[in-house]
């Protein structure tokens, strides 16, 4: 299996760099939607596997199970449909209608939990779920992405990638979720350059940054835990969004870059913009933003005008005027 799945490494990072348009600082941003299955979660889910492979906890006959909001699971999905491995992701009513159909014609099984946890998430639930089917599972694994040093592991070759392309590199903007992401990159960068900054993007009601939980609508950011890979990442500023300014920061993206992306990369991109609007010192400063996924799975969400209304309903807010 190790044969067959290093045919894929090819068709996973080295993603596309460019520049955005912007007045008030230098900002780039990492195309990290081209990798295979479409996120960048590809990193994290092929390095979670490979070492699962190679340590022997993973054989041909494996069922992998793994809790997700969305691009985890079609990672590890495309990956195990490559192997030929049983895969059963757990998923809540926050995921995407597109991710949810394709699970269901890549996964053995999708179980799909619809109680919230004590915080007004779904993690925790899932979490719960997840641990009871690997302990009835005979020969399961646990694709674990909150715990697995191999998750944040994976992003050590963006870490690489992201050196090799500036000289000159003062601030990192990532959005926090199960927190792979920024944990290998700061891990990673911090090593060899300690003097750029990593800011962290999350939204309001996530518990990774605030004890104040809420309920949340937007797959992709944000956590009802922290995740305790976390303890390994190296953190200089968070950035907290609301969940109507990520519609705001995502057709900001479009409108203004004509990058169509997700949620995530929305809020990174309006936390960005709004970092040096209201920092002068920082104007020239050169900015790297990590763009995870595509908006194709948010059709149906946050770019879709009634749903954003209904949200603002929810939350009590005053509807944003948008023009995608």
């Known amino acids: 299996m190790l044969n067959e799945l290093g045919k894929l490494a090819a068709f996973i990072g080295n993603t596309p760099l460019i520049e955005l348009k912007n007045k008030e600082a230098n900002l780039f941003a990492k195309l990290e939607y081209n990798n295979f299955s479409g996120s960048s979660k590809d990193r994290a889910a092929f390095n979670i596997i490979y070492n699962g492979i190679k340590s022997g906890k993973i054989t041909e006959h494996t069922t992998i199970i793994a809790s997700s909001s969305g691009n985890l699971a079609i990672a590890v999905?495309?990956?195990?449909?490559?192997?030929?491995?049983?895969?059963?992701?757990?998923?809540?009513p926050n995921i995407n209608s597109s991710y949810e159909t394709l699970l269901n014609l890549m996964s053995h099984q999708v179980v799909k939990v619809t109680e919230r946890d004590h915080t007004g998430g779904y993690l925790l639930t899932r979490i719960n779920v997840v641990n009871e089917l690997h302990e009835r599972t005979p020969d399961s694994f646990i694709a674990d992405q909150y715990s697995d040093p191999n998750n944040y592991k994976g992003y050590y070759g963006l870490g690489e990638e992201i050196l090799s392309s500036f000289d000159r590199l003062d601030y990192i903007f990532v959005a926090v979720s199960s927190s792979g992401a920024i944990t290998g990159i700061s891990d990673f960068i911090k090593k060899k350059r300690p003097e750029v900054k990593i800011v962290g993007v999350d939204v309001e009601g996530s518990v990774i940054f605030s004890d104040k939980p809420v309920k949340r609508y937007i797959s992709g950011i944000g956590a009802?835990?922290?995740?305790?890979?976390?303890?390994?990442a190296i953190i200089d500023d968070v950035v907290i969004v609301s969940q109507m300014s990520i519609i705001r920061g995502c057709s900001e993206l479009l409108n203004e870059q004509a990058i169509f992306a997700g949620a995530?990369?929305?809020?990174?991109?309006?936390a960005a913009k709004n970092y040096f609007r209201f920092n002068d010192s920082d104007t020239k400063a050169t900015s790297l933003l990590i763009f995870p996924d595509k908006g194709h799975t948010y059709l149906d969400t946050i770019y879709n005008q009634e749903w954003g209304t209904q949200l603002a309903a929810k939350l009590n807010e005053e509807v944003l005027s948008i023009n995608f």
């Open 77 to 92: 999905a495309s990956i195990c449909k490559r192997l030929r491995l049983r895969f059963i992701p757990v998923i809540d």
């Open 224 to 232: 009802s835990q922290v995740p305790p890979i976390m303890e390994n």
């Open 264 to 270: 995530s990369s929305g809020a990174v991109y309006l």
